[in-house]
C-alpha cells in the first residue's frame, strides 16, 4: 500500500515510543508459517537442482509476502475486536491453503495457490479499511487499499482460472506490478507515525525462530528415520550450527536492527521496508534451505559426500545468510570496511565448501566446517560488541 504497506515499526522512530509486544493472536496466525516452512523445506531435500531452487523463492515470496503485510495491517492499526480476529483468522486459512498447494503449485494445484493467496489479500483489506477513517494526519487515502488490496484479490483470482504456464507469467507480472506502490515517496507523517519499531522487530525475530525451529525438527526427523551413528553426530553437529545462528542473530544482529530502526528520523518507512519487507526474505529462505540441507545430511550420513543440490541447500544457504545481513547493516548505514570483516569469510568459506571441498568430504565434516565458520563468527561478533560497549557506543 506504498507508504504503509509493508511498513511495520515504531511510532515516530525514537523518543516516546511505547513498549509493544506481539499478541496473542499475531502468535497463533504465525502457526501457519511453520508449515509453509515445512513445506518449502522438504521440497529441497535430497539433490535439489537450480530450477528447484528457483521455484522455491517464485513460491516462498507470496507466502512470506502475506505475512509481512498482515504484520505491517496489525503493527499500525492496533484496533482489536471480533472484526480484526476473523479477518486475521482468515488470514491464516488463506496462507494455510497455500501452503498445502506448494507441493503441486505448479501443476494442478496452482488455482487453489492463486486463489488462497487472493483471499488473502481481501483479509488485508478488512485490516486496513479502518485506517481510511482515522483523523487526519493519520488518515490512509481510500485508493490504497481498494489498489493493493481489492484490485489485486480480484487480479489474482483470475489468474487461477488462466492455464499453466501462461498462470505463473500471470502471477511474476503481478508480483512485479506491486513495487511501484512500495517504492513511491514516504514521509515521516501520516500513518507512519503509527509504526512501532520494537514489535516490528520482534516480529521478525519470532520468523526467525520458526525457521530455525523447521531446522530443528527436520534433525530430529531425519535421525528417527536413520538411526545411525553417522547421522547422530551429523545431527548434533547441525544443531549445534543452528545454535550459534540463533545466538548471534539474537544476541548481535535483531539488536542493531532495532537500534537502527529507532534511529531514523522521518524515513522509517522505507529503512522497515528495505529490511524487513525484503532482505529478511532471504534471510528466512537462506534457513529454509540450510534446513533441508541439513536434512540431507543426516539422511545421507552414511554416504562419501553429499550430491551437489544438497551443498548448495545447506552450504549455500548459509553464504545466503551471511549475504543478506551484510545487506542488512549496509542498508541501516554500518561502514563497508566493517561489514567487509564478517561478510568475506561468512559468504567465502561456505562457497569455498561447495565448490572445492564438498565432494570429498563427509556429510558430518561439511557440517563440522560450517560450524567452526558460524562459531568463529558469533565469537568476532562478541568481541566487536565488548570493544564498543567498553567504549560507550552501544
Same mark, same amino acid.
Given at each position: 500500500? &506504498? $507508504?504503509?504497506?509493508? *511498513?511495520?515499526?515504531? @511510532?515516530? +522512530? %525514537? =523518543?516516546?515510543?511505547?513498549?509493544?509486544?506481539?499478541? /496473542?493472536?499475531?502468535?497463533?496466525?504465525?502457526?501457519?508459517?511453520?508449515?509453509?516452512?515445512?513445506?518449502?523445506?522438504?521440497?529441497?531435500?535430497?539433490?535439489?537442482?537450480?530450477?528447484?531452487?528457483?521455484?522455491?523463492?517464485?513460491?516462498?515470496?507470496?507466502?512470506?509476502?502475506?505475512?509481512?503485510?498482515?504484520?505491517?495491517?496489525?503493527?499500525?492499526?492496533?484496533?482489536?475486536?471480533?472484526?480484526?480476529?476473523?479477518?486475521?483468522?482468515?488470514?491464516?486459512?488463506?496462507?494455510?491453503?497455500?501452503?498445502?498447494?506448494?507441493?503441486?503449485?505448479? &501443476? $494442478?494445484?496452482?488455482? *487453489?495457490?492463486?486463489? @488462497?493467496? +487472493? %483471499? =488473502?489479500?481481501?483479509?488485508?483489506?478488512?485490516?486496513? /479499511?479502518?485506517?481510511?477513517?482515522?483523523?487526519?494526519?493519520?488518515?490512509?487515502?481510500?485508493?490504497?487499499?481498494?489498489?493493493?488490496?481489492?484490485?489485486?484479490?480480484?487480479?489474482?483470482?483470475?489468474?487461477?482460472?488462466?492455464?499453466?504456464?501462461?498462470?505463473?507469467?500471470?502471477?511474476?507480472?503481478?508480483?512485479?506490478?506491486?513495487?511501484?506502490?512500495?517504492?513511491?515517496?514516504?514521509?515521516?507523517?501520516?500513518?507512519?507515525?503509527?509504526?512501532?519499531?520494537?514489535?516490528?522487530?520482534?516480529?521478525?525475530?519470532?520468523?526467525?525462530?520458526?525457521?530455525?525451529?523447521?531446522?530443528?525438527?527436520?534433525?530430529?526427523?531425519?535421525?528417527?528415520?536413520?538411526?545411525?551413528?553417522?547421522?547422530?553426530?551429523?545431527?548434533?553437529?547441525?544443531?549445534?550450527?543452528?545454535?550459534?545462528?540463533?545466538?548471534?542473530?539474537?544476541?548481535?544482529?535483531?539488536?542493531?536492527?532495532?537500534?537502527?530502526?529507532?534511529?531514523?528520523?522521518?524515513?522509517?518507512?522505507?529503512?522497515?521496508?528495505?529490511?524487513?519487507?525484503?532482505?529478511?526474505?532471504?534471510?528466512?529462505?537462506?534457513?529454509?534451505?540450510?534446513?533441508?540441507?541439513?536434512?540431507?545430511?543426516?539422511?545421507?550420513?552414511?554416504?562419501?559426500?553429499?550430491?551437489?543440490?544438497?551443498?548448495?541447500?545447506?552450504?549455500?544457504?548459509?553464504?545466503?545468510?551471511?549475504?543478506?545481513?551484510?545487506?542488512?547493516?549496509?542498508?541501516?548505514?554500518?561502514?563497508?570496511?566493517?561489514?567487509?570483516?564478517?561478510?568475506?569469510?561468512?559468504?567465502?568459506?561456505?562457497?569455498?565448501?561447495?565448490?572445492?571441498?564438498?565432494?570429498?568430504?563427509?556429510?558430518?565434516?561439511?557440517?563440522?566446517?560450517?560450524?567452526?565458520?558460524?562459531?568463529?563468527?558469533?565469537?568476532?561478533?562478541?568481541?566487536?560488541?565488548?570493544?564498543?560497549?567498553?567504549?560507550?557506543?552501544?
Amino acid at each position: 500500500m &506504498g $507508504d504503509s504497506v509493508t *511498513a511495520a515499526g515504531s @511510532g515516530p +522512530a %525514537g =523518543a516516546g515510543e511505547r513498549e509493544r509486544h506481539a499478541a /496473542w493472536l499475531e502468535l497463533f496466525f504465525d502457526l501457519v508459517f511453520v508449515a509453509v516452512a515445512a513445506q518449502l523445506a522438504h521440497g529441497l531435500h535430497g539433490d535439489p537442482e537450480v530450477g528447484d531452487f528457483a521455484l522455491f523463492l517464485a513460491l516462498y515470496f507470496p507466502a512470506w509476502w502475506t505475512w509481512i503485510n498482515v504484520t505491517a495491517a496489525m503493527n499500525v492499526v492496533e484496533r482489536d475486536s471480533p472484526r480484526r480476529r476473523l479477518l486475521v483468522l482468515w488470514a491464516m486459512l488463506c496462507l494455510a491453503a497455500m501452503a498445502a498447494a506448494l507441493p503441486g503449485a505448479v &501443476g $494442478d494445484r496452482a488455482p *487453489a495457490y492463486a486463489l @488462497g493467496f +487472493a %483471499g =488473502a489479500r481481501l483479509a488485508l483489506m478488512g485490516l486496513w /479499511w479502518p485506517a481510511t477513517a482515522f483523523p487526519e494526519p493519520h488518515r490512509l487515502p481510500k485508493w490504497r487499499p481498494l489498489t493493493y488490496c481489492l484490485a489485486a484479490a480480484a487480479l489474482w483470482s483470475v489468474s487461477a482460472f488462466v492455464p499453466s504456464p501462461w498462470c505463473y507469467v500471470v502471477w511474476a507480472v503481478l508480483i512485479t506490478a506491486e513495487m511501484p506502490l512500495l517504492m513511491g515517496r514516504s514521509s515521516g507523517g501520516g500513518l507512519l507515525s503509527r509504526l512501532h519499531t520494537g514489535h516490528l522487530v520482534e516480529r521478525v525475530g519470532l520468523v526467525v525462530i520458526i525457521v530455525l525451529g523447521e531446522a530443528v525438527l527436520g534433525l530430529v526427523t531425519s535421525t528417527d528415520h536413520h538411526w545411525a551413528g553417522s547421522s547422530g553426530l551429523t545431527a548434533v553437529l547441525g544443531f549445534v550450527l543452528i545454535a550459534a545462528l540463533w545466538w548471534s542473530y539474537f544476541d548481535f544482529g535483531s539488536a542493531a536492527a532495532e537500534r537502527a530502526l529507532h534511529s531514523v528520523r522521518g524515513s522509517a518507512y522505507r529503512l522497515a521496508r528495505d529490511t524487513t519487507g525484503f532482505l529478511y526474505f532471504f534471510v528466512t529462505a537462506a534457513v529454509i534451505a540450510m534446513a533441508a540441507g541439513l536434512a540431507t545430511a543426516v539422511e545421507e550420513a552414511h554416504h562419501a559426500h553429499l550430491a551437489t543440490g544438497a551443498l548448495w541447500a545447506l552450504a549455500g544457504g548459509q553464504a545466503l545468510y551471511h549475504a543478506a545481513h551484510a545487506a542488512i547493516a549496509l542498508r541501516v548505514g554500518r561502514p563497508p570496511g566493517s561489514v567487509a570483516v564478517w561478510t568475506v569469510p561468512g559468504v567465502g568459506v561456505p562457497l569455498l565448501i561447495v565448490l572445492l571441498l564438498g565432494h570429498v568430504l563427509a556429510p558430518w565434516a561439511v557440517v563440522l566446517l560450517l560450524v567452526a565458520e558460524a562459531v568463529a563468527h558469533l565469537l568476532y561478533a562478541d568481541a566487536v560488541a565488548r570493544r564498543r560497549r567498553a567504549a560507550g557506543l552501544l
